[in-house]
């Protein structure tokens, strides 16, 4: 039951730590404004004047962790501000907390762990925001990094949060530039220098079109004859785009490449198999029997050489 002085008690703290409490909470909004500018501000530092899609991706990961670092040292001086204002002894909780943390560390290792290991992998620019990398067996578009984890997002649209300690490998696949290599099948009849001819027409008219002409950074590199397979000789070649833009162009040479080999004949061959019975040492070949089966009636005989 509310009582004169019970009302009496509750206007003064109102009047006096309510509004200590107010305006520690009005600071911590405009200090976090403040942060948000100040980040924004040296992002644009980061960029150092360049506009390039990588210096982006740097900038954007700095700042971004300087603005979680600023955010959580705020929000960490505003609670122990509140609760002097609320007259609670902070040396014995700070002491208290000395102690647990100790304890704590023991069992935190993976944290600890963690938190090196972000370091480092933000000090060396390895990731960045925006990357597509292949890491902990996962692969995907980086869309998240602090020091405490990596999270990706993969191309089925799963999302993926990787702990820093578990990254010992990092394969980055559009760093500065990306490349896509072409393994093409051609049949063994197949002139392999007019299949080459027709790769580079290929990748010229690739290159002439505006909408892929910025993606590209340079002409395809023809690698060669690269290896006999059973049913195809493979030639190998490869391009080199703009980062993350390799399966763009990838996936455009090859839907062009299939029209122009149609045109011209050239040939992709489907797996076939020949058999050779062999020979004795008269040089006879032994009788191959053959089965043919054809609207369900059965003929049988032998071929001779």
Do not use: C
Request: charged share 25%.
């Amino acid at each position: 039951m509310f009582t004169p002085e019970l009302l009496q008690k509750g206007l003064t703290w109102l009047l006096t730590t309510g509004l200590k409490i107010l305006l520690i909470v009005v600071v911590v909004m405009i200090l976090t404004r403040i942060s948000r500018g100040l980040t924004g501000r040296l992002e644009k530092v980061f960029l150092k004047g360049r506009e390039d899609e990588e210096s982006l991706k740097r900038a954007k990961t700095l700042s971004g962790m300087i603005r979680q670092f600023l955010n959580s040292l705020i929000v960490i001086i505003a609670v122990m501000t509140i609760l002097a204002a609320l007259d609670i002894q902070i040396g014995p909780l700070l002491a208290t907390a000395g102690v647990a943390g100790l304890a704590i560390s023991f069992a935190a290792q993976s944290l600890i762990k963690d938190v090196i290991n972000g370091f480092f992998i933000i000090l060396w620019d390895q990731i960045r925001v925006g990357d597509v990398i292949e890491v902990a067996s996962h692969s995907g578009v980086v869309e998240s990094l602090n020091l405490k984890m990596t999270v990706l997002r993969s191309l089925d649209g799963n999302v993926h949060y990787i702990p820093n300690h578990m990254i010992d490998t990092v394969t980055n696949m559009t760093k500065e530039y990306s490349q896509f290599v072409f393994d093409i099948g051609v049949s063994y009849f197949e002139d392999v220098d007019e299949v080459i001819k027709t790769l580079k027409e290929v990748d010229e008219e690739l290159r002439s079109d505006a909408q892929f002409a910025e993606n590209i950074v340079s002409p395809l590199e023809i690698l060669g004859l690269d290896r006999f397979e059973d049913s195809a000789v493979i030639v190998r070649a490869r391009t080199t785009t703009k980062p993350s833009k390799q399966w763009e162009v990838g996936r455009e040479f090859n839907r062009r490449l299939k029209k122009t080999f149609d045109r011209k004949g050239i040939s992709i061959p489907f797996p076939h198999l020949t058999l050779f019975p062999g020979q004795n040492k008269q040089g006879e070949t032994p009788p191959l029997k053959v089965k043919l089966v054809e609207d369900k009636e059965v003929m049988t005989g032998e071929v001779k050489n």
